[in-house]
Every structure is written in structure tokens, then in C-alpha cells.
């Protein structure tokens, strides 16, 4: 079987592991393989216990809050609202108690086997070191957003998740780098986080390639089927190559191949942003999540990592790091001590479907096409279960989890 990925991101890189590994012969094709990418400039969270999605009961009324500030949590450029409109129509959809209840319970499926293939391939790559199930603990400045809250948190400990109420002064002597704006915490011992998702990336591109997986520097502008058992993958050099499957796993911008194929699809790039500190000057032993303003902080080996921020723009758009130093300033009200001097800003295009359910399985019109893309936030801790889900469907196996609320033909 030869197998061709377009994208080698983390979730391209996933499934090449878990094909190679099945005795596939699998080909890898990006515009650049050991490039910058969204997987390496997430926050390094394995966040088992995100099951429930973005879109719930009142969120539309606190987005037209954060959208009303021009570098709040989350934006829309102007001339990318009208290309928006479908997709958020699905998304105010999603947002119902019966949808929002059926999506947890596929996020939970999905995330509940993060640790089970996760800490597999990482004794493979030798980084078993490398994952700190050390929790993450979500603070809030004020009782009525942590009042605001409440549903969620039923929802995911109905989910199995253990979510453990603190206040203020007990966040304080987990993480004493916390000020005195923290009032309410919740502790969840489930969350865990990496050293750095980079070395992670490079880890396993590297192994890959020394075990005959092949990376291809170029570009897929098309996929067409030449028999019942050959696809032909087109090439922007011109070049083709002839294989027996494909996997589309190339992130945001998964959603042209898959419409190619006829194959409809809402699929947005959520544009993401962090600043990373070398030398922040404070210590923090697991991430913090600032539930309230939706922005996060992860110590790395690299530096502190704080990321956030939802920038609606399409593909083409040229960032804004105004919105990593909004990140920064919101982060020494939470964190006083923080010394900003050292930061490096970056920006990153997350793959987002308006149900916060990833896309997983076959193309409805082509039986040798398969998907794996839209993680959203999600894409390092459901990266290692899509990769073995993707070869279980190849090797026409039983699925490990049912993978039929991740189909593409939900967007019909």
C-alpha cells in the first residue's frame, strides 16, 4: 500500500507514523516540511478534559463583547465577514444544549485515548521525559464569570473530568507567581502539557525519515483518480505522483482539496497568537488558563508561552501582533512579576469547523480519499489518535473509536 499525506504538520506527521508502522509505504508532500507551522506554536497542552466546543448557550452575546474590543479575544476582519456567514450559521447551530451535548460526547471519545497512543509514540521517539501531567488550573478574576462558567464544568465532569474548586488564595499556593486579581480556580489533575511541541515535531519527522517515510518539498494543487485502485497526486513543480491512498491532512488549508474532490466542507483558519518569553522571571508549574479573557500560559523549555486570541481573516491575511502584545499586557494583570522584555511574537493559522469537531474519515465521492484535518485547539492532544484512527480506516480495521461524528458528509 502507498500512501500519499499532504501536510506534515502534526497531524500529517501522525498518520505517516502510525501508516509506517502498519507496513505502508507513505510519501509526505508539503512547500516545506521542517518549517514554521501551527503545530509547533501551540500552547504544548495534551487538553484531554476540552470536550466541550466553542459555540454554547449565551456565547453570541460575550463574542459581540470581546469583538466590540479591537484587540479582545476575538475578531473578525470586515472584509472577510460576508465569506464568514456560512460558517457561522453552523457554528450558532452547534451552540445548542441537545448539539452541544452530542459534540461532548465525541470530543470526549476522542480525547479520552490522547494518553493511551500519546505516551506510546513518545517511548518511541525517546521523549517520554518530555510530557508533565502536572494539570492546568483555570482562574478567574471575578465570581459572576466563574458563575458564568458552571454549566461547562457539569458538562465535563458528566464527562468523566475531574474539575476541583479553589479559590483564590488556594490558586495562589499551587502558582504563587498569581496576583491578588485571581479570585476563583478550578484545578483539573486530567491536563497535562509538553517540554515543547517543536522538538515533539522535529522528533518525529526526523524518525520518520530514517525509517523510509519520504518528505517531498512541494506543493499538492489537485488530486484526481486514475482506476479504481490509483489516485494521482498533482504537483505544483509538475511533478505527479501515483498512489494507492491519500490522506489530506494540511491543516487550514485542508478545506481547497476537499472542495476539489466535492467534497463540502466549513473549515476556517481561527488565526492564532503568542508571545514566548525567555526569560520571564517568574515560575509557573503547570498552565494556566484565564478562563474569563481566553488566553493561556504554558512554561516551556523554550520560554513562557502566552497564547490566545480568535482572528477571523481567511488565509491571505498578513498578521496583527498588536494582538500578541494584547496577550502580554493581559498577562501581567494576572501575573505581576512578569518581566516581558525577552519575548518573541509569532501567529499561526488554526483549522476550525463551526462544531469543534475535527474532520476524520473518507471522502464521500472518492472510497481511496481520507481527511484529517480541523483540530482546532486541539491538534497536538487528538494528533496521535487521528494518526492510528487514519491507518486503522486504511487497513480497513475496526476503528478504535467510532469515527462517524467525524465524517466530512455532516457538512452536506
Not at 458538562?155 to 474539575?163: F, L, S, T, V, Y
Request: with cysteine; glycine share 10%.
Amino acid at each position: 500500500m502507498r500512501v500519499g499525506i499532504v501536510g506534515a504538520g502534526i497531524i500529517g506527521l501522525a498518520c505517516a507514523y502510525h501508516l509506517q508502522r502498519s507496513q505502508a509505504q507513505v510519501i509526505v508532500v508539503d512547500p516545506d516540511p521542517d518549517g514554521d507551522k501551527v503545530s509547533i506554536g501551540n500552547a504544548g497542552a495534551l487538553a484531554v478534559t476540552e470536550v466541550v466546543p466553542a459555540s454554547s448557550p449565551g456565547v453570541w452575546w460575550r463574542a459581540l463583547g470581546w469583538m466590540c474590543d479591537p484587540l479582545g479575544p476575538l475578531s473578525i476582519r470586515p472584509a472577510h465577514a460576508a465569506a464568514l456567514l456560512p460558517w457561522l450559521a453552523r457554528f450558532a447551530r452547534s451552540g445548542s444544549r441537545a448539539e452541544v451535548l452530542r459534540i461532548s460526547v465525541a470530543l470526549a471519545a476522542l480525547n479520552g485515548r490522547a494518553y493511551e497512543d500519546w505516551v506510546q509514540v513518545l517511548e518511541d521517539l525517546g521523549l517520554a521525559g518530555h510530557l508533565h501531567r502536572t494539570g492546568a488550573l483555570a482562574v478567574y478574576e471575578s465570581d459572576a464569570g466563574f458563575q458564568r462558567d458552571t454549566a461547562e464544568w457539569r458538562i465535563k465532569r458528566d464527562r468523566g473530568i475531574e474539575a476541583i474548586e479553589m479559590t483564590g488564595a488556594q490558586a495562589r499556593s499551587l502558582e504563587p507567581a498569581l496576583g491578588a486579581c485571581v479570585r476563583r480556580a478550578v484545578y483539573t489533575p486530567q491536563w497535562s502539557h509538553v517540554s515543547d511541541p517543536r522538538q515533539i515535531l522535529d522528533a518525529l519527522r526526523v524518525t520518520l525519515m530514517g525509517r523510509g517515510v519520504e518528505l517531498k518539498q512541494d506543493e499538492v494543487r489537485g488530486v484526481q483518480s486514475l482506476s479504481g485502485t490509483t489516485l494521482q497526486m498533482h504537483l505544483v513543480s509538475g511533478a505527479e505522483l501515483s498512489v494507492d491512498m491519500v490522506v489530506i491532512a494540511a491543516g487550514a488549508w485542508s478545506g481547497i482539496l476537499a472542495r476539489q474532490l466535492g467534497d463540502r466542507v466549513l473549515l476556517e483558519s481561527e488565526r492564532g497568537y503568542n508571545a514566548t518569553i525567555s526569560q520571564p522571571g517568574i515560575e509557573v508549574g503547570r498552565q494556566l488558563i484565564f478562563a474569563e479573557r481566553k488566553f493561556v500560559a504554558t512554561s516551556l523549555t523554550c520560554g513562557l508561552r502566552i497564547g490566545g486570541a480568535a482572528e477571523f481573516g481567511g488565509l491571505g491575511a498578513d498578521p496583527d501582533y498588536r494582538r500578541s502584545v494584547a496577550l502580554l499586557n493581559l498577562a501581567r494583570r494576572y501575573l505581576p512579576d512578569l518581566q516581558t522584555d525577552s519575548a518573541t511574537l509569532w501567529s499561526g493559522h488554526r483549522p476550525t469547523t463551526p462544531d469543534s469537531l475535527p474532520v476524520i474519515g473518507l471522502s464521500r465521492h472518492h472510497p481511496r480519499v481520507l481527511y484529517a484535518f480541523g483540530h482546532g485547539h486541539l491538534g497536538l492532544t487528538q494528533a496521535a489518535t487521528t494518526g492510528r484512527l487514519i491507518s486503522e480506516l486504511v487497513g480497513r480495521q475496526h476503528p478504535s473509536i467510532d469515527p462517524a461524528a467525524f465524517s466530512i458528509g455532516r457538512f452536506r
